[in-house]
């Protein structure tokens, strides 16, 4: 029992906060994020004890298998789903502290783009008055200015005012419509864009070309990104950091870089092999995850990960691991027993 | 040459219209069969439009129209009809002209069946949105009022609001429309879980829209559209609905005309004069079928198009 006793105040398990950096230096800072979920078959804790932060003009990329919570999390940071405990600090106040009204007005400061783009637009409205949605609900300007402001926004990603401005979602096609999606978040001047899976339904040709102009608009209005995915090879294109989700905790978080090249976390390490290589000639590796992913009514105790997980031991069904630095330099990872990290630190304390 | 086409054994006809979705531009350049042709131009849908217009039409100019007042005697009982003015459709057991009692009686069937399914549709679909957007306890204890109404007879509803109301037009378009309320309530609460679902909710959100433009901005046009496909279609029961309430004297009180009471009055005298009955219930029934073929080809276009469709 050392080194890890501090995994446990109270009766709550802590995931760790070792990797958040200075709140002075962050924009986003969400802490001992929780959600739970009360179905007919238990509650479902979808996230667990999530803490991440992302900096000004930063992209933070999410992975995970579907359910592991990544969307889930997303959601409760704009309180769009209530967070069951936890903080947002966003603009020096806690998100979770504000009334419905306050929130409104905070909240536009944080946009969210969804998977399902089509879903995303009401089916009734036309492509100019979606894009300045946000503006007429807030009233910001003269009917003239917001319409200039709708044809700026339009032009930005790529639509003709003209062309489209008159159409409805229907007669778009679904990167049409996830152009309108991103326009109607830039009108808002947000900071951060929460982008929920934005191109996991669409076309593989698609994909890129939204991902590009999601780059170049964070590029252009100086946005954060919060960016979730389950592709792994699109959010190593467009992030600066990856956390890794399983079972609604982060397992491994850090550097992009670091992640990918080196991960210290064995469910990266599967995530990883899972990416299919392009090149025939590499041989298929082999870091087999065992089974499926358990009930999150009945998480596994200790580490969640550890039924499935071919390094598993007696300690992690005892213990849940920390958050803690391994491999290279600004990545963490919740592991007892992470790769290289044997040899890097010489194991666990 | 032309002969020969059109002599084509129609087995093959048919089977090669079935394959070729439009064919009006057959490749092989053959007339598609005249029944094709018919349910292509929609012929049915077409009439059921004009006989509705007509309808509408006399009804609402009912007073302008050289036509005898309908309370008034125009002749011997049970005159015949001799399909020539003045009296076409001849007199009923009282002496009145049929056509005019027809067309007065017209705009009585069309005004209760229409206000009352407006008046439906207000409350039952603020009731469903209601349900259907909030969704816990609101949404179990009006479900719970939406079923107990919907598994009280509808006879027994009518007949029990008919016996404690005074039957004048506007209790009965309230009669009618609470019966017809649960099933928009219904129809609108389904509509409304299934677009709260959708994403673009979340998004309104995340813009800043609070309550109440989610409902009216968001969510109303949306599910109007669902509810007022179904519009036709029950205006025809609640005008079935009307007549079945005249017909047992319980709905528009004489001497007003009104379809149901029209039967209804011809009913004793039917094996001498079955025209008396007949003539009304022609009317009647092709009014109810009208509306329903409207009502159906209304329905198909908005949910083919719809978004509950995707």
């Given at each position: 029992?050392?080194?890890?006793?501090a995994?446990?105040t109270?009766a709550?398990?802590?995931?760790g906060i070792?990797?958040?950096?200075?709140?002075?230096?962050?924009?986003?800072?969400v802490?001992?994020?929780?959600?739970?979920?009360?179905?007919?078959?238990?509650?479902?804790?979808?996230?667990?004890?999530?803490?991440?932060d992302?900096?000004?003009?930063?992209?933070?990329?999410?992975?995970?298998?579907?359910?592991?919570?990544?969307?889930s999390?997303a959601?409760?940071?704009?309180?769009?789903?209530?967070?069951?405990?936890?903080?947002?600090?966003?603009?020096?106040?806690?998100?979770?502290?504000l009334?419905?009204?306050?929130?409104?007005?905070?909240?536009t400061?944080i946009?969210?783009?969804?998977?399902?783009?089509v879903?995303?637009?009401?089916?009734?409205?036309?492509?100019?008055?979606l894009?300045?949605?946000g503006?007429?609900i807030?009233?910001?300007g003269?009917?003239a200015?917001?319409l200039e402001?709708?044809?700026e926004?339009?032009?930005?990603?790529?639509?003709?005012?003209?062309?489209f401005?008159?159409?409805?979602?229907?007669?778009?096609?679904?990167?049409?419509?996830?152009?309108?999606?991103?326009?109607?978040?830039?009108?808002?001047?947000p900071?951060?864009?929460?982008c929920?899976?934005?191109?996991?339904?669409?076309?593989?040709?698609?994909?890129?070309?939204?991902?590009?102009?999601?780059?170049?608009?964070?590029?252009?209005?100086?946005?954060?990104?919060?960016?979730?995915?389950h592709?792994?090879?699109?959010?190593?294109?467009i992030?600066?950091?990856?956390?890794v989700m399983?079972?609604?905790?982060?397992?491994?978080?850090?550097?992009?870089?670091?992640?990918?090249?080196?991960?210290?976390?064995?469910?990266?390490?599967?995530?990883?092999?899972?990416?299919p290589?392009?090149?025939?000639?590499?041989?298929?590796?082999?870091?087999?995850?065992?089974?499926?992913?358990p009930?999150?009514?009945?998480p596994?105790?200790?580490?969640?990960?550890r039924?499935r997980c071919?390094?598993?031991?007696?300690?992690?069904?005892d213990?849940?691991?920390?958050?803690?630095?391994?491999?290279?330099?600004?990545?963490f990872?919740?592991?007892h027993?992470?790769?290289?990290?044997?040899?890097?630190?010489?194991?666990?304390? | 040459?032309?002969?020969?086409?059109?002599q084509?054994?129609p087995?093959a006809?048919?089977?090669?219209?079935?394959?070729?979705?439009?064919?009006?531009?057959?490749?092989?350049?053959?007339?598609?069969?005249?029944?094709r042709?018919?349910?292509?131009?929609?012929v049915?849908?077409?009439?059921?439009?004009?006989?509705?217009s007509?309808?509408a039409?006399?009804?609402?100019?009912a007073?302008?129209?050289?036509?005898?007042d309908?309370?008034?005697?125009?002749g011997?009982?049970?005159?015949?009809?001799?399909?020539?003015?003045?009296?076409p459709?001849?007199?009923d057991?009282?002496?009145?002209?049929?056509?005019?009692r027809?067309i007065?009686?017209?705009?009585?069937?069309?005004a209760?069946?229409?206000?009352?399914?407006?008046?439906?549709?207000?409350?039952g679909?603020?009731?469903?949105?209601?349900?259907?957007?909030?969704?816990?306890?609101v949404?179990?204890?009006?479900s719970?009022l939406?079923?107990?109404m919907?598994?009280?007879?509808?006879?027994?509803?009518?007949?029990?609001?008919?016996?404690?109301?005074?039957?004048?037009?506007?209790?009965?378009?309230?009669?009618?429309?609470?019966l017809?309320t649960?099933?928009?309530?219904?129809?609108?609460?389904?509509?409304?879980l299934?677009?709260?679902?959708?994403?673009?909710?979340?998004?309104?959100r995340?813009?800043g829209a609070?309550t109440?433009?989610?409902?009216?901005?968001?969510?109303?046009p949306?599910?109007?559209?669902?509810?007022?496909?179904?519009?036709?279609?029950v205006?025809?029961?609640?005008?079935?609905?009307?007549?079945s309430?005249?017909?047992?004297?319980?709905?528009?009180?004489?001497?007003a005309p009104?379809?149901?009471?029209?039967?209804s009055?011809?009913?004793?005298?039917?094996?001498?004069?079955?025209?008396?009955?007949?003539?009304?219930?022609?009317?009647?029934?092709l009014t109810?079928?009208?509306?329903?073929?409207?009502?159906?080809?209304?329905?198909?276009?908005?949910e083919?198009?719809?978004?509950?469709a995707?």
């Amino acid at each position: 029992m050392t080194g890890t006793s501090a995994a446990v105040t109270g009766a709550r398990l802590v995931t760790g906060i070792e990797h958040l950096r200075e709140a002075s230096t962050v924009l986003l800072g969400v802490e001992h994020l929780e959600l739970t979920y009360h179905t007919d078959g238990g509650a479902v804790q979808a996230v667990s004890d999530v803490s991440f932060d992302l900096a000004p003009g930063e992209t933070l990329g999410i992975v995970g298998e579907s359910g592991c919570g990544k969307s889930s999390a997303a959601r409760a940071v704009l309180r769009l789903v209530e967070p069951t405990a936890g903080t947002i600090r966003y603009g020096g106040q806690d998100l979770r502290a504000l009334s419905v009204a306050e929130l409104r007005r905070a909240r536009t400061d944080i946009q969210i783009i969804f998977q399902d783009p089509v879903s995303a637009l009401n089916p009734r409205r036309k492509v100019k008055h979606l894009v300045g949605e946000g503006l007429s609900i807030w009233r910001s300007g003269t009917r003239a200015q917001r319409l200039e402001r709708v044809r700026e926004a339009m032009e930005a990603v790529g639509l003709d005012p003209d062309t489209f401005g008159d159409r409805r979602p229907r007669e778009l096609s679904g990167g049409q419509c996830q152009r309108v999606c991103i326009a109607r978040a830039l009108v808002m001047n947000p900071r951060i864009i929460v982008c929920d899976e934005p191109v996991a339904a669409l076309d593989v040709s698609i994909q890129a070309q939204i991902t590009n102009l999601l780059e170049d608009m964070k590029e252009k209005f100086g946005l954060s990104l919060l960016f979730i995915a389950h592709d792994l090879a699109v959010v190593r294109s467009i992030s600066d950091r990856v956390a890794v989700m399983y079972l609604g905790k982060i397992v491994e978080i850090g550097p992009a870089s670091a992640v990918y090249s080196s991960p210290a976390h064995p469910y990266t390490s599967v995530l990883l092999a899972a990416v299919p290589e392009p090149d025939p000639g590499v041989p298929i590796p082999h870091t087999p995850a065992i089974g499926d992913v358990p009930s999150p009514i009945d998480p596994p105790s200790g580490c969640r990960f550890r039924t499935r997980c071919p390094r598993a031991e007696q300690l992690c069904a005892d213990e849940e691991p920390v958050l803690r630095p391994y491999g290279q330099k600004g990545n963490f990872a919740a592991c007892h027993f992470p790769s290289e990290a044997v040899a890097a630190i010489g194991g666990r304390a | 040459m032309t002969g020969n086409q059109l002599q084509d054994p129609p087995l093959a006809a048919g089977i090669e219209a079935a394959a070729v979705p439009d064919p009006v531009a057959r490749a092989d350049g053959r007339r598609p069969s005249l029944w094709r042709r018919l349910r292509r131009a929609r012929v049915l849908y077409w009439a059921a439009v004009a006989w509705l217009s007509v309808l509408a039409a006399v009804a609402l100019f009912a007073n302008l129209l050289p036509i005898a007042d309908p309370a008034e005697f125009v002749g011997r009982p049970f005159t015949p009809p001799d399909w020539s003015f003045p009296e076409p459709l001849g007199t009923d057991n009282s002496g009145r002209s049929q056509l005019s009692r027809l067309i007065f009686g017209a705009r009585q069937s069309l005004a209760v069946g229409l206000l009352s399914v407006l008046l439906a549709m207000a409350v039952g679909t603020a009731i469903g949105m209601a349900a259907g957007f909030w969704r816990g306890k609101v949404d179990r204890v009006l479900s719970l009022l939406i079923d107990s109404m919907l598994a009280f007879p509808p006879l027994v509803l009518l007949l029990a609001l008919a016996a404690a109301l005074q039957p004048t037009i506007s209790t009965i378009v309230v009669a009618l429309a609470v019966l017809l309320t649960p099933t928009f309530a219904r129809l609108t609460r389904g509509s409304t879980l299934a677009y709260r679902s959708r994403e673009f909710i979340l998004a309104a959100r995340a813009l800043g829209a609070g309550t109440p433009r989610l409902l009216g901005r968001e969510l109303l046009p949306n599910v109007l559209l669902t509810v007022s496909s179904y519009f036709f279609v029950v205006v025809a029961t609640a005008i079935v609905a009307e007549g079945s309430l005249s017909f047992l004297g319980l709905g528009i009180p004489p001497p007003a005309p009104s379809w149901g009471g029209m039967i209804s009055d011809a009913r004793s005298s039917l094996s001498l004069h079955p025209e008396q009955v007949a003539i009304p219930a022609t009317v009647f029934v092709l009014t109810v079928m009208a509306l329903n073929v409207v009502g159906e080809h209304v329905r198909r276009r908005i949910e083919g198009s719809g978004p509950a469709a995707g």
